[in-house]
Nanobody, 119 residues
Framework: QVRLVESGGGLVQAGDSLRLSCEVLGRGGYPMAWFRQAPGKDREFTAA????????YYGDAVKGRFTASRDNAKNMVYLVMTHLKPEDTAVYYC??????????????WGQGTQVTVSS
């Protein structure tokens, strides 16, 4: 059984940076991902990082601004977000993946953390 606990969300201004953290409780070793869901929109793939941390993929909207990483010794997954825009406002979810590129299907979800970017 795996449980994911996100933290690090908050209210920031456009152009600011923020780091989200995801603690992996229980059996780890899965490829991990971040998704986000803005009000009135579908959940959107944001970033994924391989089990060994060696490969990462990003959604087009965040490429070049967000970086996903992990520290397997600490059972932690991170999403560093820079040059934030108001359109990045969403609830961000950490997820354990059951499939890798290109489908990135998740089978375990965290509770989500709110990120709000003011203009």
């Amino acid at each position: 059984q795996v449980r994911l606990v996100e933290s690090g969300g908050g209210l920031v201004q456009a152009g600011d940076s923020l780091r989200l953290s995801c603690e992996v409780l229980g059996r780890g070793g899965y490829p991990m991902a971040w998704f986000r869901q803005a009000p009135g929109k579908d959940r959107e793939f944001t970033a994924a990082v391989a089990s060994n941390g060696g490969t990462a993929y990003y959604g087009d909207a965040v490429k070049g601004r967000f970086t996903a990483s992990r520290d397997n010794a600490k059972n932690m997954v991170y999403l560093v977000m820079t040059h934030l825009k108001p359109e990045d406002t969403a609830v961000y979810y950490c997820a354990a993946l059951r499939t890798w590129f290109p489908t990135f299907e998740a089978n375990v979800w965290g509770q989500g953390t709110q990120v709000t970017v003011s203009s």
